[in-house]
């Protein structure tokens, strides 16, 4: 195995031979190197005996995509870091390199921010079913420093989102002086802002990603239409319909980001607001084709989530259990479904191309209460979204998945994690 920077393997990719005389593994770089290694293991049958056989191979290999993501809502129902390491594993697995932790909803705020004792105390109780009952649960600053280590060395990232404008009933059950009498931030008030900025700070403090992503989705501003001291900064700054408003606040927010040296990452939502092009847009309205072109063609690059093709809150299959919103009227998200989505739009040049770093699948959590059904959901879904996330363009989905899926799936089982084997297993999930 070698590391050397002239093997021309790029950043993430790796040249494996396996013949009678030995196994080589070359890489530009300890990334390529650990991807190479994760090829050879998937090498060895799940049953092996003694002398072991692996066939002889050949491969040059590399991502299609630099970013290769996996969202985990850690607000809506809490999963803590037993469950996320796991999950990291499986990503490195199977080369999935982001993990984006969605910290904060209405649900339950999920990580301290000492400045602020009540987040945790106050609004990490509860989760979707019972929001504010029973007690606090979030990732301890301890909790995430050890994950955070332990996805360093499997060469993932863990991006933190913590949401704003709205999605933020958790805190304002903590701090109700911060907020607009509903789920949304005031941004009228000079305290809302310092709390923002120390909750960034923090976020920064703890996550060492290049990233921090605000979230920025769903905000209608009617709220904030209605409160005379809003109305007033509207005058001040000039600002004349909601949408400016709602671009001003993520403006405000992504510039305080940037001075934290990270790049602000945020839902499509505040693209169409007009927020600056240094925003890594994650695109996931996938009625809204015009959003991502406008977004792309402004210079911001994107990531791509849409909602019927990589959301895995939504059925498997037809009469599974699963998230009943829009993004099941293509059809359940099926294995077979993600296995042939195309990211790239054939409608754009190589240069609008060039914006796409790459794409990310989604486990919202409102309908997930056990980590065994988060497996479920999970895998193998999640291993048909990696391939395609790595596999080079233009290439046709493999035609061996099913069997290659079959040999990690033995291997999940024999770890005690759940996947999805066939429709039957609904129905046992559904009901435990
Ligand atoms: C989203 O699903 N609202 C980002």
């Not at 002086?177 to 900025?197: K, M, V």
Request: glycine residues 8%; proline residues 8%; hydrophobic residues 40%.
């Amino acid at each position: 195995m070698r590391i050397d920077p002239a093997a021309g393997t790029g950043a993430e990719g790796y040249r494996l031979i396996v013949e009678p005389g030995g196994i080589a593994i070359d890489a530009d770089t300890g990334r390529g190197l650990f991807y190479g290694v994760e090829t050879l293991l998937q090498l060895v049958p799940s049953t092996c005996g003694m002398p072991c056989l692996i066939p002889a191979v050949r491969i040059e290999d590399a991502p299609r995509f630099e970013w290769r993501g996996l969202l985990v809502d850690v607000s809506r129902h809490f999963f803590g870091k037993p469950a996320l390491l796991k999950v990291i594993d499986e990503m490195a697995a199977h080369k999935l390199n982001v993990l984006h932790l969605h910290l904060t909803d209405d649900a339950g705020w999920r990580f301290e921010v000492p400045a602020y004792p009540k987040l945790v105390t106050v609004g990490a109780r509860g989760d979707e079913d019972t929001p504010g009952a029973g007690t606090p649960r979030y990732l301890s600053k301890r909790d995430i420093r050890e994950l955070v280590d332990h996805a360093r060395l499997r060469y993932v990232e863990i991006v933190p989102e913590i949401e704003l404008p709205t999605h933020c009933g958790a805190a304002a059950r903590a701090y109700p002086e911060l907020f607009d009498g509903e789920r949304s931030i005031n941004p009228a008030h000079d305290a809302s802002w310092a709390f923002i900025t120390e909750v960034f700070a923090e976020a920064a403090r703890q996550f060492p990603s290049p990233f921090l992503h605000f979230g920025g989705d769903e905000f209608s501003g009617d709220r904030w239409d209605q409160l005379p001291e809003v109305q007033r900064l509207r005058q001040k700054a000039g600002l004349t319909t909601k949408r400016e408003v709602e671009g001003y606040f993520d403006n405000q927010v992504a510039q305080l980001i940037a001075k934290l040296g990270r790049q602000p990452m945020a839902w499509d939502e505040t693209a169409e607001a007009g927020v600056a092009p240094q925003v890594l847009i994650q695109w996931w309205r996938k009625d809204r084709p015009d959003v991502l072109d406008a977004a792309i063609r402004s210079g911001h690059d994107v990531v791509l989530s849409p909602v019927d093709q990589v959301y895995l809150d939504y059925p498997n299959a037809l009469g599974e259990p699963g998230a009943p919103w829009e993004g099941n009227d293509n059809g359940p998200t099926s294995v077979g479904k993600i296995l042939s989505w195309e990211p790239v739009p054939q409608r754009y040049t190589p240069e609008e191309a060039r914006h796409i770093r790459g794409v990310e699948a989604a486990l919202w959590t409102e309908f997930i209460r056990s980590e065994r059904y988060m497996q479920f959901m999970l895998y193998p879904r999640l291993f048909a979204f990696a391939d395609v996330a790595w596999r080079p363009a233009g290439r046709e989905q493999p035609p061996d998945f099913e069997p290659r899926v079959q040999t990690h799936l033995e291997r999940l089982r024999a770890q005690g994690i759940h996947a999805r084997r066939s429709a039957s297993d609904a129905v046992e999930y559904m009901t435990h």
